[in-house]
């Protein structure tokens, strides 16, 4: 029965829910907290699910987290961007679809914010690097144990989790979460 199915995989995310660490999510809201006090800008990134992750994340933060506020975020998704992309894949080579980016636009504080599901998408893992390298801040969105990217991260979020489908859910429900909690600060 396809209800067995949802069931089983509601009890499933469920049970992962609880492994989400606090620290972590507190790290990444503090993270994001300083980059919007600085007025640094935000750079996210991620490839097929955690593209999308990406890109929704950076659309809820820009309107959901800024709206109406006096300091707004300054967010950018480098996979929003499809021709660039396409052109750097082609001409270049896809693991530099997003630093290459980056190169045009980061400078010394800004935040980069990686987010692989299984940690080791080597396009993510380059920009995270070049950030650590230019004087920038990175957070790591991660599941599968983490991977590179919490290894190479200045700080990460880990999804413990083996399922792919299951750490993208809990990714974006984490940044929903955050999100929401910047939405309901009172900022001047």
């Known amino acids: 029965m396809p209800s067995h199915c949802l069931k089983k995989y509601l009890t499933d995310l469920s049970a992962i829910f609880t492994t989400i660490d606090a620290h972590e999510f507190d790290q990444l809201v503090q993270e994001l907290n300083t980059a919007n006090e600085k007025q640094s800008n935000i750079f996210v990134c991620g490839n097929g699910g955690s593209a999308s992750t990406a890109s929704h994340f950076a659309c809820d933060i820009n309107k959901g987290a800024s709206h109406g506020k006096g300091k707004r975020f300054k967010i950018l998704c480098l996979n929003d961007n499809i021709p660039t992309m396409l052109a750097y894949a082609n001409d270049v080579s896809y693991d530099d679809v997003f630093v290459e980016q980056l190169k045009n636009f980061m400078v010394q504080g800004d935040m980069v914010i990686g987010i692989s599901g299984s940690g080791n998408s080597k396009n993510v893992l380059k920009t995270i690097e070049y950030a650590n390298n230019h004087g920038g801040r990175s957070f790591g969105i991660c599941g599968y144990g983490g991977g590179m990217l919490k290894q190479v991260a200045h700080k990460s979020l880990v999804v413990h989790s083996r ?20 939405n309901q600060m009172k900022k001047t």
């Open 163 to 182: 399922d792919m489908q299951k750490v993208e859910d809990s990714h974006l429900i984490v940044l929903h979460c955050a999100m929401q909690y910047f």
